[in-house]
């Protein structure tokens, strides 16, 4: 599927800024170079010397509307994003794109919790250009900061579903899953409190895992890289993978031979079996089962992180 | 000027670019099912076609993600396709959904789904920016399923590029030379002809009055009115819709009774419904039907009609064929144009256009 993942940078002029709601704000940018912005494509800024990441709410006139949320916890890329004045000019990306609209399926629901409206709206006014049936949810915690909400009641009537939770109406993920039928997409952008409370609940009433779409920034582990060993018997040596390398690549530099293709624990090419292992096994792929993760690990991705007693180590079949 | 002359060359180019944000035809509606998988190309893509258990239709690249063996010639299993080659099962928006010899899937094991209508008998894809699939641009080929209207068609596999075939539809002189022994005759050429259009739209109309019918509409005003002889006002109003549909409302009446004046109660009325394909560069899937709005329960007008179609639009084929051979055999030569060519030029100008807005 059409994804753009090649990072090109430009400069682009704010056109408008403005209000969009509590705390939000709506800027209109006009690049350099204009180019097509899909629905679900986002584009990279550099602000302050910071790099952020915002969704592309509409791509009009070879102009992209952005919307920005004031973070509580801002480092300044927000804040510097909401001191932008119409004529400021940014460094700005072209469109890049790991979250795509497909194509075909029978139903299709959008759920946007609070700011992640911005990664679905031109979600919806494609599904009504396409004439599919489709149920747009909007979760909120107060009207005044939900983003859009006028538009998207006028763009699509009914099949518009708010939920306010200072209203007493939040949303009910049971309520939103009975509606998931066979060839139903349901595609969400939120907290992530939000959407690990759907994957959850898609996971227990054992529904279509690749019927749930939402932006992967990658799997980044349950705990953080540390430094960890890994030995292979009769190899004789103890090989380190330092943070800012995988194991596969670790191994690669020690003139071990792997077999690979994705290098992104998808594929299952470089598994190997484990033999022995102190610390916890940090499985990072998405090719494992469960009961495959006792014995197996993917070199691509997975780490040993420490368990506070022992320096992490592993010790793996020849790959 | 400059970019006149440039714009110019590329109208009357030989080998035309088809628009790809645009409806084709893929299929007959009873062609795909819920048996076996259909294959076609469309546009230059190979297509898989199927009908899923509630009726629907869906198009996927015919290509599995894995090593792309032909979707195609693999199972339906409900309302899923399996690969021939290694067993792994697609839904109809293209994810997979099962993987051999695995416990988990790949959440990057995706074929493309294609956007698809079912409309007036046909199974209508969209191959360009799926964003911008909008139903409501299907061309009108209402006559199809309407029942104020019966018939049925076939489909030619011809051997040339797209615009010969809308060309050769949008200028009906040919007649005269091609289809001598059925819809031909003189005043075909003599008649004026008035050519209207808007930004998808083209017309050519042709009236001729006071002449005797050739032997296609003579039968035909034989079947409404047994044993009619005599003159007839015979009209032909050929109306194309971008990027390749062209309906031909068609028929004869009674000399001076009223027909162009809007009073067609005298006369045999019918629609030649022709959508064109592109397949590649030098072949097209043309679908035609003809439908009539008069003994509608008549199966054997309806076998006749479809069969004297399939014989004149035999020879437009074998027409079509030899002319892109010279055309192929002939690479330095250029095309010209004749007063007549005007509505198929108009059409190629609105293909251009389409092609433009596409960036091609």
């Known amino acids: 599927m059409a994804a753009q993942s090649t990072l090109v940078w430009q400069t682009g002029e704010i056109v408008e800024a403005s209000d969009a709601a509590d705390g939000i704000r709506r800027l209109v940018i006009r690049p350099e170079r204009p180019a097509v912005a899909p629905p679900g494509s986002h584009v990279d800024v550099e602000v302050n010397g910071l790099r952020r990441s915002y969704s592309v709410v509409r791509c009009e006139d070879g102009q992209w509307t952005l919307s920005v949320r004031l973070a509580a916890d801002s480092r300044g890329g927000s804040q510097a994003m909401h001191a932008l004045r119409t004529g400021d000019r940014l460094r700005i990306s072209d469109p890049l794109q790991n979250f795509p609209l497909g194509v075909g399926a029978t139903r299709y629901v959008l759920l946007a919790g609070g700011i992640g409206i911005t990664a679905l709206l031109a979600m919806g006014a494609t599904l009504k250009r396409r004439g599919e049936d489709y149920t747009f949810v909007y979760v909120g915690r107060s009207r005044p900061a939900m983003a859009w909400l006028r538009e998207l009641e006028e763009d699509h009537g009914d099949r518009l579903k708010v939920h306010v939770d200072d209203e007493g109406t939040g949303l009910d993920v049971g309520a939103v899953l009975n509606e998931i039928g066979a060839d139903t997409e349901l595609y969400m952008c939120g907290p992530i409190r939000l959407m690990d409370a759907v994957r959850r609940e898609w996971v227990r009433r054992a529904l279509s895992p690749t019927s749930l779409r939402f932006e992967t920034f990658g799997n980044s582990g349950a705990w953080a890289a540390e430094e960890f060993t890994v030995s292979i018997p009769g190899d004789g040596r103890t090989i380190t993978v330092p943070t800012n390398l995988s194991m596969l690549e670790a191994l690669e530099e020690a003139g071990v031979e792997v077999m690979w293709d994705c290098r992104k624990g998808e594929c299952g090419l470089c598994v190997v079996r484990v033999h022995e292992y102190a610390g916890r096994i940090d499985h990072r792929d998405v090719f494992l089962g469960e009961a495959q993760k006792t014995s197996r690990i993917c070199l691509c991705v997975s780490r040993v992180a420490s368990d506070g007693a022992t320096h992490p180590q592993l010790v793996i079949d020849r790959p | ?360």
């Not at chain 2, 051997?159 to 059925?182: A, I, K, R």
């Not at chain 2, 055309?327 to 005007?342: H, R």
């Open chain 2, 1 to 360: 000027m400059v970019l006149d002359i440039a714009q110019q060359a590329s109208v009357t180019s030989k080998i035309f670019a088809f628009p790809l944000n645009a409806w084709y035809v893929a299929a007959w509606d009873h062609e795909v099912t819920n048996k076996a998988p259909l294959a076609r190309t469309v546009a230059g893509r190979p297509l898989a076609l199927w009908r899923g258990t509630d009726g629907r239709v869906s198009a996927l690249a015919d290509a599995c993600w894995h090593r792309l063996a032909p979707l195609s010639k693999g199972a339906i299993i409900g309302d899923e396709l399996q690969c021939p080659y290694h067993g792994l099962r697609y839904n109809r928006a293209g994810r997979c959904t099962a993987m051999p010899a695995q416990q988990t899937i790949n959440p990057s094991a995706t074929v493309p789904s294609y956007p698809v209508v079912e409309r007036h008998r046909y199974i209508w894809v969209w191959l360009g920016d799926p964003d911008l699939a909008d139903p409501g641009q299907v061309p009108d080929m209402h006559q199809m399923d309407s029942p104020e209207w019966a018939g049925d068609g076939e489909t030619i596999h011809a051997g040339c590029n797209y615009q010969l075939v809308l060309d050769n539809l949008m200028d009906l002189t040919h007649e005269e030379f091609v289809h001598s022994s059925s819809i031909g005759q003189a005043e075909l050429s003599e008649a004026e002809f008035e050519v209207t259009h808007d930004d998808k739209h083209v017309t050519v109309s042709r009236w001729m009055l006071g002449i005797d019918p050739p032997p296609f509409w003579r039968k035909n005003m034989r079947d409404k009115f047994p044993g009619f002889s005599g003159k007839v006002d015979r009209w032909q109003i050929i109306r194309y819709e971008a990027p390749s549909t062209i309906c031909i409302d068609v028929g004869v009446a009674r000399a001076g009774s009223g027909a162009p004046e809007g009073d067609r109660s005298q006369g045999v009325n019918g629609y030649v419904m022709n959508t064109i394909t592109p397949e590649s560069d030098r072949s097209s899937h043309y679908f035609w039907a003809f439908m009539r709005n008069y003994r509608l329960d008549s199966q054997s007008i309806t076998t006749q009609l479809r069969q004297g179609v399939h014989n004149v639009f035999g020879e437009d084929e074998d027409m079509l064929i030899a002319q892109q051979k010279a055309i192929d055999a002939n690479p330095d030569y250029e095309f010209y144009s004749l007063n007549i060519d005007a509505g198929g030029m108009w059409v190629r100008r609105i293909l251009d256009r389409m092609l433009q807005a596409e960036g091609r």
